[in-house]
């Protein structure tokens, strides 16, 4: 069994712990040791086949979770020009995009939404039985919608109802019709938007469009399938709307009121919230290029959600409610592996600590990808899930979103990439084999 052993790094091993210096020995695809020295350690060597990697005092912390991935969405700057991208091609980006996420350390993602209905579900099965490179993945449907709410982009004078970038439901039989035919397909959640956004004018981020029998309904579907729901939730009736049909996972939550925050507490040791923030600063700050104004974002509503949000989250935060990185990457405004930014804007705007925000992207990873108790630790036992980084991540966030920074990655005891001192030490094997 292959043996890879870490030595002379500093171990940020991801509950929060100030790093320490020590080894850690891969055996197979789990941690087999964690050594609290900076050598070797007793019983492991060079010799038999083990990979010694010298990390020379860089960071060796867990992969990386990101909560809320979108594959499919192909760095377009509208709604529109990622649902248009024809079927082959866009195959093909979300097996490109898989791969580039895990070179940039996310070996684990959470689906959040596809562009098409089994987009997710190819990528995943594709990644699990090792035809292409990516994350340990979860799939997750469309986005389903209502008429007029946010992802129906339907014309009025074309005929093609199912040309829409979310799935239209219309009551709660139609709503069992949809849920019932991605569960057939193999999605591990259903993805509801119960609110609106200011990216659609028609249906903006305060709103809440569906009725509590459609949730109801498709959440006793989700239910007979042991399976999950999330939900586009910006509105704090639509955040309560979805604790009160227990949703699992919530992504936005940028308005709240007392009530929903007490909920949120209630609920903190079922729900995971991925708020997405950094949609919300590009559209204010870094969407010019795409025709939209920092004027244009203030009359859109953006700086009254964003600051919304950053009170509601503050609140959530020192409420202990599970928030983690991730969210709506894969906009021109926010293209793909930028993902990691989102652990600085936790620091600087929601009251992190830089610990806090490296336990959010692992530690409550593993817990999101329904593994907390094998993968997002550097802990004896665990999945060898591992980024050696060049520096140290505590001192600087903005050293993960550096490609160059990640020296190596590591998902199930397999190198994603490999760093250079391998390559070196496979030479230096050689040679002693044919001296």
């Known amino acids: 069994m292959q043996q890879v052993l870490f030595t002379n790094v500093r171990i940020l091993d991801g509950t929060g712990s100030a790093p320490v210096g020590g ?11 964690v050594g609290r020295s900076a050598g070797s350690m007793s019983g492991s060597s060079s010799s038999n086949g083990t990979l010694v990697i010298d990390g020379a005092g860089a960071t060796l912390m867990p992969g990386m979770c990101e ?15 990622i649902q248009r991208m024809p079927l082959e091609e866009h195959v093909l980006w979300c097996a490109k995009v898989a791969r580039r996420y895990l070179q940039a350390g996310f070996t684990s993602c959470v689906g959040a939404a596809c562009a098409k209905p089994r987009l ?69 959640s259903i993805k509801l938007n119960l609110s609106g956004d200011n990216f ?13 029998a459609e949730v109801a309904t498709a959440m006793e579907e989700v239910r007979l399938r042991g399976k999950r729901g999330t939900a586009h939730a910006r509105s704090a009736d639509s955040v309560k709307q979805a604790l009160r049909h227990g ?22 040791d079922k729900v995971f919230v991925a708020p997405g923030i950094a949609i919300l600063y590009a559209m204010l700050h870094e969407a010019h290029p795409y025709g939209i104004t920092h004027e244009m974002a203030v009359g859109m509503g953006y700086q009254h959600e964003w600051d919304a949000a950053l009170e509601s989250l503050k609140a959530m935060h020192k409420r202990g409610v599970r928030i983690l990185p991730g969210g709506d990457y894969g906009f021109a405004m926010t293209p793909h592996c930028q993902n990691a930014r989102d652990l600085e804007f936790f620091v600087r705007y929601l009251g992190f600590t830089p610990s806090e925000a490296i336990r959010s992207a692992t530690l409550l990873g593993g817990q999101i990808m329904k593994r ?51 390559e070196q030490r496979r030479w230096e094997r050689a040679a002693e084999r044919v001296a």
């Open 23 to 33: 080894s850690v020995l891969v055996e197979g695809n789990r941690i087999r040791h």
């Open 67 to 81: 909560a809320h991935t979108h594959f499919s969405w192909n760095d377009a700057a509208t709604l529109a020009g």
């Open 120 to 188: 997710d579900v190819v990528i995943r099965n594709a990644i699990d039985a090792g035809q292409i490179p990516g994350p340990r993945y979860l799939a997750a449907s469309q986005e389903i919608t209502v008429p007029g709410g946010l992802g129906d982009e339907t014309l009025p004078h074309l005929p093609f109802p199912e040309f829409s970038f979310g799935v239209n439901v219309n009551g709660a039989d139609d709503m069992r019709r949809v849920v019932r035919m991605f569960l057939k397909y193999g999605v591990d």
């Open 200 to 212: 659609t004018p028609q249906s903006p981020a305060g709103t809440t469009w569906m009725t509590d």
């Open 247 to 268: 949703i699992e996972v919530i992504y936005h939550a940028s308005y709240t009121d007392e009530e929903t925050l007490d909920m949120l507490e209630a609920a903190r």
């Open 372 to 422: 907390g108790d094998e993968l997002g630790l550097i802990r004896e036992g665990y999945l060898a899930d591992l980024l050696l980084i060049d520096g140290d991540p505590l001192a600087n966030l903005a050293i993960l979103r550096e490609p160059d920074r990640i020296l190596a990655v590591m998902k199930d005891g397999v190198f994603a990439k490999t760093p250079p001192i391998a």
